[in-house]
C-alpha cells in the first residue's frame, strides 16, 4: 500500500528567500512520485514528476525536487520565492499506471 | 480547449436529496476517477475507472455511485446527500500515469444543508 506524509500544513517564506516543502511516502514497489500545486479555487496543476532515471527533476515555476529512495523522501524547492508561488501544494505518489494517493497539503504564503 | 470539464460549479443540495456531478474528458483517456477535497486531509479517492464499462472503489465509496458508459464520461452519483458530503470535488483524468500525471477538472463546490 501506498501512503504520503506532507510535513508542515503551512508554511511562510519571505519574498526572494528559498521555498523548501518535505514529503515522505510509502511504497511497497517502486514509485512514481508527483508535486501538484492548486491555486485558490482551483483544479490541481502538475509540477513536476518523477518516474525513472534522473532522481533531481525540475518542474515549471522554477520548482525542482529530490528523489532520496533511502530516506523515501521527494522533496519540493525553489531557490527563490515569488509573490505568485502562494497556493496549496499536493505530493503525490502512485504504485501503479493509474492511481494516485496524495498527501495532505502544504499552503504557501509568501511575505512581501 | 481539450481537458476536463466538471459540472456544475456550484451546487447546494438538502440532506436526502439525489443528485449527479458530471465529468467529461476529450482526451481519449483511459482512466478517470474522482476525488473529494476536505481541509486537511488532502484528495481522497472516490470511485475510479480504468476504461468503458469497468469502474471500481476508492478509499470513500460510501454514499457514492458511478458508471462508465463511455470513454468520455464519468458522471458521480450522490444517493442521498448528507452534511458529511459537504466537500469540493474533483475528476481527474490519465492516460499512463507515470507519463503525464493526471489532468484535474475545476471542481465542483457541493454544499449539504
Known amino acids: 500500500a501506498q501512503s504520503v506524509t506532507q510535513l508542515g500544513s503551512h508554511v511562510s517564506v519571505s519574498e526572494g528567500a528559498l521555498v523548501l516543502l518535505r514529503c515522505n511516502y510509502s511504497?511497497?514497489?517502486?514509485?512514481?512520485l508527483f508535486w501538484y500545486v492548486q491555486y485558490p479555487n482551483q483544479g490541481l496543476q502538475l509540477l513536476l514528476k518523477?518516474?525513472?532515471?534522473?532522481?533531481l527533476v525540475k518542474g515549471i515555476n522554477g520548482f525542482e525536487a529530490e528523489f532520496k529512495k533511502s530516506e523515501t523522501s521527494f522533496h519540493l524547492t525553489k531557490p527563490s520565492a515569488h509573490m505568485s508561488d502562494a497556493a496549496e501544494y499536493f505530493c503525490?505518489?502512485?504504485?501503479?499506471?493509474?492511481?494516485?494517493?496524495f498527501g495532505a497539503g502544504t499552503t504557501v504564503t509568501v511575505r512581501a | 480547449n481539450a481537458g476536463v470539464t466538471q459540472t456544475p460549479k456550484f451546487q447546494v443540495l438538502k440532506t436526502g436529496q439525489s443528485m449527479t456531478l458530471q465529468c467529461a474528458q476529450d482526451?481519449?483517456?483511459?482512466?478517470m476517477s474522482w476525488y473529494r477535497q476536505d481541509p486537511g486531509m488532502g484528495l481522497r479517492l472516490i470511485h475510479y475507472?480504468?476504461?468503458?464499462?469497468?469502474?471500481d472503489q476508492g478509499e470513500v465509496p460510501n454514499g457514492y455511485n458511478v458508471s462508465r458508459s463511455t470513454t468520455e464520461d464519468f458522471p458521480l452519483r450522490l444517493l442521498s446527500a448528507a452534511p458529511s458530503q459537504t466537500s469540493v470535488y474533483f475528476c481527474?483524468?490519465?492516460?499512463?500515469?507515470?507519463?503525464?500525471?493526471?489532468?484535474f477538472g475545476s471542481g465542483t463546490r457541493l454544499t449539504v444543508v
Open positions: 503525490a505518489v502512485s504504485e501503479d499506471d493509474y492511481k494516485l494517493s
Open positions: 475507472s480504468v476504461g468503458a464499462g469497468i469502474t
Open positions: 482526451m481519449n483517456h483511459e482512466y
Open positions: 511504497s511497497s514497489v517502486p514509485p512514481y
Open positions: 518523477y518516474t525513472t532515471g534522473a532522481t
Open positions: 481527474a483524468s490519465s492516460g499512463l500515469t507515470r507519463n503525464y500525471g493526471y489532468t
